[in-house]
Every structure is written in structure tokens, then in C-alpha cells.
């Protein structure tokens, strides 16, 4: 607001100033015509107007330096405000890249759904094979390989400080309890991502070797939740340069 007000105030003086200069141009002008229009003006009255043209030359000059110095003020003013105009842009889009990449941002766009579940019926002679953590973040981590741009398993936004763990054969995410079936979905190119995963001796076809069902199905849209809590540091700072 302060800048405005400054702009404003600039050519409000800039337009008085040039408001007199054109007064004493005409007063100028007009003098400069009586004195060629009277022949027989007294000599001292010829001296009193000599002066005042003078003067009001002299005040003219002034006037010229002071608009001249006016002008390039204000052009100089402008030009630096639209520099801090250009730099607060370009914080703004750096800050909405840094969020997003953080997870404080929800997202949405094409993608694919991948569901997980125990099998149905335990293989004879065998306990019936359950889903853990692990399986959930080898899935994540070849999306990401594979260029997910956005992920969250069961509605847990997944980033670089998501944490895994499992209780009594409950599997947490961000501290957040998960309960089957498990649903990841990420946000990339949906053919890209699907051949990843259904590639021949890679994770999928692992896990499913081991009896858990899976199914991969590409998605035109998606929407990936933002993080629920912001993580604290207590004790990283910014490395110094």
C-alpha cells in the first residue's frame, strides 16, 4: 500500500510542477509579444520586464530540472516495483512447488489403484499368508521408481518422512492404522505405472507367488488427500554454505 501511495504522490507532484511550467511558458510568451507590440515603452519599464523575463526564465529552468528529476524518479520507482513484483511471483510459485512436493497439497490427476488383500483360501499345510508393511512399501517404492508423482495408501498421504510399521499385526502408516484391504493409488501416467508393476519378476508377481491378492487397475482420475500432520524437527537444521 505504501508503494501505491508513493506512485501516486510522485505524479501528483510531477503533474503540479508541470502545470506551472506551462503557466510561466504562457506568461513568458505573452510578455515577449508586449514588448514587440510597443515601441515607445519606457526605458525603465523595458528594464522591469527584461528582469522579470528573466526570472521568470530562470524559474522555468527549475521547474524543467525539477520535472526532469521528478520523471526519472518515478520511472525508477516503477521499474523497482515491478522487479519486487517479479521476485514475490516467482517466491509464491517456488513456495506452491516446495508444498506440494511436501504433501500439503492435495492432489489429483490420472493414475492407477492398486488393491492388496490376503488370499481367500490358505494354501494346504501352509498358515494363510497375510499382508505386511513391507509388501505395502516394496509397492510404493516401485511406483515411485516408476515416476508416481503423488501417492497414499488406504488415505495416508505417502512422502519422503512416511513411516511404516506394524502392532499385533496391524499395519501403520504416519502412525495412522490401516485395515484391509489395502488401497494404494498413485498419480503418474497410468500405462507407465502399470507396466512397472506387472513387470515379469518384479514386486506384484512376487507378493502374489506368496498367495496375496492383487489387483492393478489404471484410473483416469484420482485424488491423493494432503498430509494430516506436518512433521517437526527438532533437531535437523539447514546445513550452512
Known amino acids: ?27 513568458q510568451v505573452r510578455a515577449s509579444r508586449g514588448l514587440s507590440s510597443q515601441e515607445d515603452v519606457p526605458t525603465r519599464n523595458v528594464y522591469a520586464l527584461a528582469t522579470m523575463l528573466r526570472q521568470e526564465r530562470a524559474s522555468r529552468h527549475t521547474l524543467e530540472a525539477q520535472v526532469a528529476d521528478l520523471t526519472r524518479r518515478l520511472s525508477d520507482f516503477e521499474r523497482a ?11 509464491v510459485r517456488d513456495l506452491e512447488t516446495l508444498r506440494i512436493a511436501a504433501g500439503l497439497v492435495p492432489m489429483t490427476g490420472p493414475g492407477v489403484s492398486v488393491i492388496v488383500d490376503a488370499a481367500q483360501a490358505p494354501v494346504v499345510g501352509h498358515a494363510p499368508p497375510a499382508v505386511q508393511y513391507v509388501d505395502l512399501a516394496s509397492i510404493v517404492n516401485e511406483l515411485w521408481a516408476a515416476g ?10 505417502i512422502t519422503a ?18 485395515a484391509p484391504p489395502y488401497t494404494i493409488e498413485a498419480i503418474g501416467d497410468s500405462a507407465t505405472l502399470q507396466g512397472a508393476l ?4 518384479g514386486v506384484i508377481e512376487g507378493l502374489r507367488t506368496l ?4 489387483t492393478i ?18 533437531l535437523a537444521r539447514p546445513a550452512s554454505h
Open 1 to 27: 500500500m505504501s508503494g501505491k501511495n508513493s506512485a501516486a504522490s510522485l505524479r501528483v507532484v510531477l503533474a503540479v510542477l508541470l502545470m506551472g511550467l506551462g503557466f510561466l511558458v504562457v506568461v
Open 81 to 91: 516495483t515491478a522487479e519486487r513484483r517479479s521476485t514475490t511471483e516467482a517466491m
Open 148 to 157: 508416481a508423482e503423488a501417492i497414499a495408501v488406504s488415505g495416508v498421504r
Open 161 to 178: 518422512t512416511t513411516g511404516y510399521s506394524e502392532v499385533g499385526g496391524t499395519i501403520l502408516a504416519d502412525r495412522r492404522r490401516l
Open 198 to 201: 506387472q513387470i515379469r519378476g
Open 211 to 214: 498367495g496375496l491378492q492383487i
Open 217 to 234: 487397475a489404471p484410473k483416469t482420475n484420482l485424488t491423493v488427500p494432503a498430509v494430516q500432520a506436518v512433521p517437526v524437527l527438532r
